[in-house]
């Protein structure tokens, strides 16, 4: 990884220019770098690609820009696994800066993972778990993006268990009494990270999982899953704990999970893109996730470079 990492005096010698001239290029947004640990770094793919790019737009005539040039510019697409705290950082984002549009779409881990191998989204919210490891998104991440890198960068950890209807009238203490009594389940969509979970405990019990009531139920968000339990059409779901208190309801943990946010190259050095993993590091981040029940700040902004064959850290 160091020798496709540029340092600003590398990136400065490589273009022939002064290295204040590089930081004017940074100022006004033309230049493709990040800071890390508060020193600018250099893709040297993606600067290569950047004087490629100069280039031909040097050379080719003028024409009309789209007039939905400027929008893709300053838009963040989000897709994959929704999340509490997401929802409230895309938010706060929208409001600090108003020059940018981030939006999200609902979708699973594993579409989440499509849409962004695919570049319909900029970002994907994920949490795999593989099953054979019990390692968290690399597997997956790594096996969608055979021929290049891929970022994940941890949003926070988070507490994943039984939503139950307020009291416990049931008595349910592990997964184990939902199997025993039968209850009805609110279940998740396939290619869902709580639905890979619940797949994975369940084959700790000599049971069919089809012949749980409810099994083959196919909720969007952890939300739907509470809101069914709440009103009486499911008996327990699995999801986070603060939706769970969100509503009222009874919850008991199973599993703390990583919450990843995945990108590639080509999209992590867009300056919209920038300013929001810069509000990932944030304190005010950190701040949030301290008063928001189930979520841990213990590798929140923690950034790792997956491949086919290798991830590092």
């Given amino acids: ?12 010698e490589y273009l022939g220019i002064h290295e204040k001239q590089v930081y004017r290029l940074l ?17 040297r793919r993606l600067v290569t690609e950047w004087i490629e790019a100069w280039s031909r737009e040097t050379v080719k005539p003028r024409q009309a820009e789209s007039k939905y040039a400027s929008v893709e510019q300053h838009q963040i697409i989000i897709a994959g696994s929704d999340d509490l705290l997401l929802q409230i950082l895309l938010r706060e984002f929208n409001r600090r800066h108003p020059a940018y549009l981030a939006t999200s779409a609902s979708l ?10 695919e570049r319909r989204a900029h970002i994907a919210g994920i949490h795999l778990l593989d099953p054979k490891g019990g390692e968290y998104n690399r597997a997956p991440v790594a096996a969608a993006f055979p021929t290049q890198r891929a970022l994940l960068v941890t949003l926070s950890h988070r507490q994943e268990g039984l939503i139950l209807p307020h009291g416990n009238p049931r008595r349910v203490t592990d997964l184990g009494d939902v199997v025993k009594l039968r209850l009805r389940l609110a279940n998740r969509e396939i290619g869902s990270g709580v639905r890979t979970l619940l797949d994975h405990l369940l084959s700790r019990y000599r049971v069919g999982k089809r012949s749980l009531p409810g099994y083959e139920t196919a909720l969007t968000t952890h939300l739907e899953v509470a809101t069914a339990v709440a ?5 327990v779901g699995v999801g986070t ?5 969100s509503l009222g309801l009874e919850f008991v943990p199973l599993a703390w999970e990583r919450y990843d946010l995945l990108t590639t ?10 300013a929001f993993f810069e509000m990932v590091k944030s304190d005010w981040l950190r701040q949030l996730i301290a008063r928001l ?3 841990d700040a213990r590798e929140t902004a923690l950034l790792s470079v997956v491949q086919a064959d290798t991830a590092t850290v």
Avoid: C, H, K, N
């Fill in 27 to 43: 100022r006004a947004g033309r230049l493709p770098g990040t800071r890390v640990t508060g020193r600018w770094v250099f893709s």
């Fill in 241 to 245: 704990l603060a939706v769970a208190r």
């Fill in 108 to 117: 699973t881990s594993t579409a989440g993972i499509r849409a962004v191998r």
């Fill in 1 to 12: 990884m160091a020798g496709d990492m540029l340092s600003t005096r590398e990136v400065a």
């Fill in 293 to 295: 029940p189930g979520y």
């Fill in 265 to 274: 190259d080509e999209a992590f050095y867009r300056r919209p893109t920038q």
């Fill in 231 to 235: 009103e009486g059409r499911a008996d």
